[in-house]
T-cell receptor, first 119, second 112 residues
Framework: GAVVSQHPSWVICKSGTSVKIECRSLDFQATTMFWYRQFPKQSLMLMATSNEGSKATYEQGVEKDKFLINHASLTLSTLTVTSAHPEDSSFYIC???????????????FGPGTRLLVL | QKEVEQNSGPLSVPEGAIASLNCTYSDRGSQSFFWYRQYSGKSPELIMSIYSNGDKEDGRFTAQLNKASQYVSLLIRDSQPSDSATYLCAVARAGNNRKLIWGLGTSLAVNP
């Protein structure tokens, strides 16, 4: 149980284009989804917290107009990197939590991540 | 002082030994504690959550929590080379959104 998927697993795009990443909870309803970014050999960095049907809460320093988050249903959240630039190249990982799961309501279950390379 | 602190390592243990990973946290109001494992190039995977003082065992893994000392640890018995990874400690902060506060991780190498 508590499976989270992400699509695509990797993407290469040209500078200036937009990229959408999907995060889905496959076997549970996710009350909250989180988006992280991780650069090589660095720790996880939380970008934003997303609750279904409401606006995402962004961490300090994260541009909400550049990283658009939509959480339209209890099983799907999307992250759109707008006007991507080479410095946006990173490993983007989503996580989700929900009720009734073995790990408890605060446990986050991670998707496999999306590698973004902006040329 | 960082909110969640871990020794970055690398911690090196021989195969079959017990690996001991430690984590301290600063927020006394924290109620939920987690250990995740992250292999190089992969996303984190949950090993265990712990909420009460004492020990919690799951297979070869034992989490230990001491709220008075603000300390949580993870023991890995009979360590295997496949346990070589970075181990992340996370603490749920009380309040809005209950997001996890992450340590920087401890790199573990289990040598055959």
């Amino acid at each position: 149980g508590a499976v989270v998927s992400q699509h695509p697993s990797w993407v290469i795009c040209k500078s200036g284009t937009s990229v959408k990443i999907e995060c889905r909870s496959l076997d549970f309803q996710a009350t909250t989804m989180f988006w992280y970014r991780q650069f090589p050999k660095q720790s996880l960095m939380l970008m934003a917290t997303s609750n279904e049907g409401s606006k995402a809460t962004y961490e300090q320093g994260v541009e909400k107009d550049k990283f658009l988050i939509n959480h339209a249903s209890l099983t799907l959240s999307t992250l759109t990197v707008t006007s991507a630039h080479p410095e946006d190249s990173s490993f983007y990982i989503c996580s989700a939590r929900g009720f009734g799961l073995a790990g408890g309501p605060e446990t986050q279950y991670f998707g496999p991540g999306t590698r973004l390379l902006v040329l | 002082q960082k909110e969640v602190e871990q020794n970055s390592g690398p911690l090196s243990v021989p195969e079959g030994a017990i690996a001991s990973l430690n984590c301290t946290y600063s927020d006394r109001g924290s109620q939920s504690f987690f250990w995740y494992r992250q292999y190089s190039g992969k996303s984190p995977e949950l090993i265990m959550s712990i909420y009460s003082n004492g020990d919690k065992e799951d297979g070869r893994f034992t989490a230990q929590l001491n709220k008075a000392s603000q300390y949580v640890s993870l023991l890995i018995r009979d360590s295997q080379p496949s346990d070589s990874a970075t181990y992340l400690c996370a603490v749920a902060r009380a309040g809005n959104n209950r997001k996890l506060i992450w340590g920087l991780g401890t790199s573990l190498a289990v040598n055959p």
